[in-house]
């Protein structure tokens, strides 16, 4: 199983991916799930590989191609082959990344979506998609060859926000601090991260002060030198002041290539898996509860005004029995209590 990426850590790949700028595309290969595009730049031969669903890094793989490649990769090779790349970049705050690249005859982008299910889009600009890896019928977009590409809904883009707009982010979240913080795109390892930076306890109701403190943190966070750090299995691009690992000697994609695809969920991962599954448990019990207190509040008000109920009830079963619906709404509606008579479903409701 490949490690799933982050917003930040494609925050981090994507600067790594910059030294492809100006490389030219030699070969295209897909093997299963996985495509290699092999580059020749300045330093020579590279290799990056994109494993669908959500994972990109630079590749030593040895690998054996097919003789004949899919229909996807054909596509690939038929338009980018002997292309060149001409920048990299990170959608906003998104797990996606860009890669712009121009041909002879066209300009492309090959875009990498990393977040679930996963997908590589090849779109003729400005942006027209020509095919992808996954044709996918989305709520608010299509990826199929001849629409138009657009990107998914953005969520928040920490470079760019205000102090004051992310202070009003953060007091109206019904949310814990650390859970706003994972919602707005973090992550649950980044929402931690930041917090155990800042010195702020994970459930603290913040105060401006303090969320500047967080804010500034996070953007000094983005803005670290790369320096991987593996924990049980698991590769982080920065050292991490809120885990326990070593530091790697290589670049982030190197360690990515060297330890992102383990075979089984590290502790980290599995903890991951487990507090998400905590948090669905807990918003159902909470969900429950309130339920449970709105009933018992009606049940309250119904024992205290029994009397009254049961007389009205009473009386319109009489009115009943001698009149018709029509006849029936007309008689209610002299009772100030009465709102609404549901005819098709013979309901009556009244307002207390």
Known sequence: MVQELSAVDVHFLSKEFKSLISAKIEKIYQVENKLYFRFYSRTGKITLKAVIPGFLSFSKDDFDAPDFPPAFCALLRKHLSGSFVRDVYQQGFERILVFDISSKESEFLLIFELFKPGNVVLVKKPNTILDSFFRKRFKDRLIAPKKDYFFPPSQVDFNKLSEEEFFTLLSESDRSLVKTLASLGLGGFWAEEVLARAGIEKNTAVDFKQSSLILNELKKLLGEKISPFLVDGRVFPVKMSSLQGIVLDCS?????????????????????????????????????????????????????????????????????????????????????????????????????
């Open 252 to 352: 982030f994609s190197e360690a990515l290539d060297k330890h992102g695809e383990e075979k089984t969920l590290s502790v980290l991962e599995k903890k991951s898996k487990y507090v998400s599954l905590i948090e669905i448990q807990e918003k159902r019990i909470r969900e429950l509860e309130k339920e449970i207190m709105d009933n018992q509040e009606k049940g309250d008000f119904i024992y205290q005004n029994y009397g009254s109920f049961s007389e009205l009830l009473k009386k319109i079963k009489e009115l009943r029995t001698s009149n018709s619906l029509d006849a029936l709404e007309g008689l209610l509606k002299k009772n100030s209590k009465f709102k609404e008579l549901n005819k098709k479903e013979k309901k009556i409701v009244l307002e207390f």
